[in-house]
């Protein structure tokens, strides 16, 4: 429900970085929803971490292009929820609750990044 509510208002109120943005998230959410039932959180997961990559991609390509920070605030966030995933790689001792958290705490940071961003670079550009 929260990223639905804070991509809305990118979408509404972002501009194209917003909108893009949002379509980004929005489009790895329900791929991450789908691909999680291929899978374990016991190992890496494959599905997901290749979704995340994507993601981070396109979060780099955002930040090359935006006018905006906050695309490069949320590619930076982003980047230590794909951590997550190589660290399952390095070590076996990570439990999958961890493993799991891990990489879903770090979405809403990318998502106050793009709201706060957004928020400022409209007050910004009324003054």
């Not at 893009?20 to 329900?30: K, P, R």
């Not at 399952?88 to 990044?113: E, N």
Request: with cysteine; proline share 2%; charged share 10%.
């Amino acid at each position: 429900m929260l990223a639905l509510v804070c991509c809305g208002f990118a979408a509404a109120a972002g501009g194209r970085s917003g909108r893009i943005g949002a379509l980004m998230i929005m489009t790895a959410s329900v791929a991450s929803a789908a691909g999680a039932r291929f899978g374990t959180w016991g190992e890496t997961h494959l599905p997901v971490m290749a979704i995340d990559l994507i993601l981070l991609a396109g979060f780099y390509w955002l930040a090359l292009k935006s006018d905006s920070y906050w695309p490069i605030w949320a590619t930076g966030f982003h980047l230590l929820s794909v951590i997550s995933h190589l660290a399952m790689f390095i070590s076996d001792s990570v439990r999958q609750i961890l493993y799991f958290s891990f990489g879903a705490f770090w979405s809403l940071p990318v998502l106050l990044a793009m709201v706060i961003g957004i928020a400022r670079d409209r007050r910004i550009m009324a003054h």
